[in-house]
């Protein structure tokens, strides 16, 4: 093989990593200066780009290296970045929730420890955390981080008998509150200046979590994070495990979020709640959007009463929508109760066929009663198809005005 043909690799130090990259490929250079050199080509790598020369035609042997070996400085930067990404993480709050996402947190390398208002020693010992009984003990680990996730309703009590002046003063302390406009006034007014503040929503939870996190939203409000630069990379080391683990980052406000979370993730839990109080069970002849409801029922059954009354009471947005959704079930009852309604009078004015027999004798019974009445009465009819119209009052069975319009309705029915 002659001289021309010897293919000489160079692979540089990743090109923007500055002067040194830049050094070594000058160095690197002079052994190139053979006119059989092919022009330098980039290379692409998943963490860097190369600049690889060439010497002989496309294909030719590897024979030599004209460079150190940079694989070694790579991994090294590789170490040192990942290093920098590994931070020590402490929990307040380790139920259902803590355990969940410390269990993630120490496979990615970070460092826990966890406190508690019941002891949970064994749990913290499975996964690989130190636990503290006492909050004293816990502050004094000196955790960069501090991540809140005590029950929404215990928050201000918890945070309260946290001895922070046992903490590094500049720590940060994120909350994963499934509300947000509520922890961010309080830790903005409760705790001392000098610590940063990240609000956060992991809009998922240990069911729809259970395997990976792609794709999952993750709110984030960087509340108040000082200036500096360590203090700007402690709270995007922190990020960046969500980001790691997949999920979609969403940097929003607060207030923003609990606004559309009064009307996506509230809606989904009473809606869950309010089929599982029905006691729906799976059946043979079950259809795909039935299938969907069970496991509505499922990913909101498990979380306790006490987050869903979180959802509801500390959350400004959540009257209204809790308004709206009985509304609208009005809306659609009143809808179907009219449409009887009309088959009865399309009878009593037009003579034609009874088929109300033909209905259950359930169904038969509804018609004659007060929310018959109710659907039927004109000012209900009148409105029920207008967006946000309904009986005005928002209130079912609120129709005793309109009683004396049931009489032929109920006999007719019955009559038939
Ligand atoms: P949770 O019932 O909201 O909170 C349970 C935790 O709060 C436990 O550590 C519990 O301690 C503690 N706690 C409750 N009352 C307390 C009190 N009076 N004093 C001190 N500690 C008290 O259930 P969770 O699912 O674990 O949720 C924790 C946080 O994560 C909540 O703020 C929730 O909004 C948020 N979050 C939950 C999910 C989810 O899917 N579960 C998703 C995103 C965000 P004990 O163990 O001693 O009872």
Redesign the pocket.
């Known amino acids: 093989m002659n001289a021309a043909c010897r293919a000489h690799w160079v692979a540089a130090a990743p090109l923007r990593h500055g002067p040194a990259a830049g050094r070594r490929h000058d160095s690197s250079a002079a052994a190139l200066s053979s006119k059989a050199c092919r022009p330098a080509q980039l290379r692409q790598s998943s963490h860097s780009r190369y600049l690889v020369r060439r010497l002989g035609p496309p294909g030719g042997r590897a024979v030599a290296l004209d460079a150190a070996f940079p694989f070694d400085r790579e991994a090294k930067m590789k170490k040192q970045h990942t290093q920098q990404l590994k931070l020590r993480i402490g929990i307040v709050?380790?139920?259902?929730?803590?355990q969940f996402l410390a269990q993630r947190m120490v496979k990615a390398g970070h460092e826990v420890i966890a406190t508690?208002?019941?002891p949970?020693f064994e749990a913290a010992e499975a996964m690989g955390v130190r636990f503290y009984t006492d909050a004293n003990d816990f502050c004094e680990e000196h955790p960069e981080v501090v991540l809140l996730?005590?029950?929404?309703?215990?928050?201000e009590?918890?945070l309260g008998a946290l001895p922070v002046q046992r903490l590094k003063r500049s720590t940060l302390f994120v909350d994963?509150?499934?509300?947000k406009e509520f922890p961010k006034r309080l830790l903005l007014r409760e705790l001392p200046q000098e610590v940063d503040i990240l609000c956060t929503?992991?809009m998922?939870?240990?069911d729809s979590g259970k395997g990976s996190w792609a794709g999952l939203n993750l709110q984030f409000d960087r509340v108040r994070i000082g200036q500096d630069e360590e203090r700007q990379r402690r709270c995007d080391a922190f990020l960046a495990f969500y980001e790691r683990e997949g999920c979609e980052m969403v940097e929003m406000s607060c207030e923003q979020h609990d606004q559309l979370a009064a009307s996506t993730q509230f809606i989904t839990h009473t809606v869950g709640r309010m089929l599982g109080a029905m006691q729906l069970a799976p059946t043979p002849i079950d259809t795909k959007g039935f299938q969907s409801l069970l496991s509505l029922v499922d990913n909101t059954a498990n979380?306790?009463f006490?987050?869903y009354y979180?959802l509801f009471m500390y959350n400004q947005n959540s009257t209204e929508v809790l308004d709206r959704l009985e509304k609208a079930f009005d809306e659609v009852k009143a809808r179907l109760l009219r449409q009887l309604h009309d088959k009865v009078r399309q009878q009593i004015f037009y003579g034609q066929s009874d088929d109300t027999q033909m209905l259950p004798a359930a169904n038969r019974i509804s018609a004659s009663t007060e929310d018959t009445a109710q659907a039927a009465a004109p000012s209900a009819v009148a409105t029920a198809d207008k967006p946000g119209g309904g009986n005005g009052s928002g209130k079912r069975g609120s129709g005793t005005k309109h009683a004396k319009h049931a009489a032929p309705v109920t006999s007719a029915v019955e009559s038939a």
């Open positions: 709050g380790f139920g259902t929730f803590g508690n208002r019941s949970c996730s005590t029950s929404i309703l215990s928050l009590k918890v994963v509150l499934s509300v929503h992991p998922f939870g240990p979380d306790s006490e987050l979180g």
